[in-house]
C-alpha cells in the first residue's frame, strides 16, 4: 500500500488516507474557485495586501453601530427641543435661512425689516442654540 504524505511548510508528514482526501478535497475546491475567479475576472482583496497591511482591514462597515444610532436619535430630539424654546419669529428665520436655503435679503423682505438686522438677530438665534445645546458637549465626544 501506498502510504499518503502532505507537506507542511517544506516538510514531508504522512498522513491516514481520510485525512490526505479531505486536505486535497479542500486543495481541489479552492483551486477551482481561483479559476472561476479569474474566469470571471474578479479580483481577491488580499491581492490589495502590503507588508504593513492587510486589504480587508481598509474596509469599513458602513453599517451604523446601536450605538450610534442612539447617539442621532438622542441629538436629533435635542435639537428639536431647543428649536422648539425659540419664539415664532425666530423660528421662522432659522428655517428660511438653513432648511429652505433662502438669502438673508429674501428673509428681510419676508420679515419687513433689514438684511442686517436678519444677520443680527441669526446670531443671537445660533447663541442660543449652542448654549441650550451644551450640555451634549460630553455626550457628542
Do not use: G, W
Request: net charge neutral.
Amino acid at each position: 500500500m501506498i502510504r499518503k504524505y502532505l507537506y507542511v511548510k517544506n516538510e514531508k508528514i504522512f498522513v491516514d488516507e481520510d485525512i490526505y482526501k479531505a486536505v486535497k478535497s479542500i486543495d481541489n475546491r479552492f483551486n477551482y474557485l481561483v479559476h472561476l475567479d479569474i474566469e470571471n475576472q474578479l479580483i481577491h482583496i488580499s491581492s490589495h495586501d502590503t507588508e504593513d497591511t492587510e486589504a480587508i482591514n481598509l474596509i469599513r462597515d458602513s453599517r451604523l453601530s446601536p450605538y450610534k444610532v442612539y447617539e442621532e436619535k438622542v441629538l436629533t430630539c435635542e435639537i428639536h427641543n431647543a428649536l422648539n424654546k425659540l419664539s415664532d419669529r425666530d423660528k421662522r428665520i432659522i428655517l428660511a435661512l438653513f432648511f429652505e436655503n433662502k438669502s438673508l435679503r429674501q428673509v428681510a423682505e419676508e420679515e419687513n425689516t433689514y438684511a442686517m438686522n436678519i444677520s443680527r438677530r441669526k446670531k443671537k438665534i445660533l447663541k442660543e442654540l449652542k448654549d441650550s445645546l451644551n450640555i451634549l458637549e460630553d455626550f457628542v465626544k
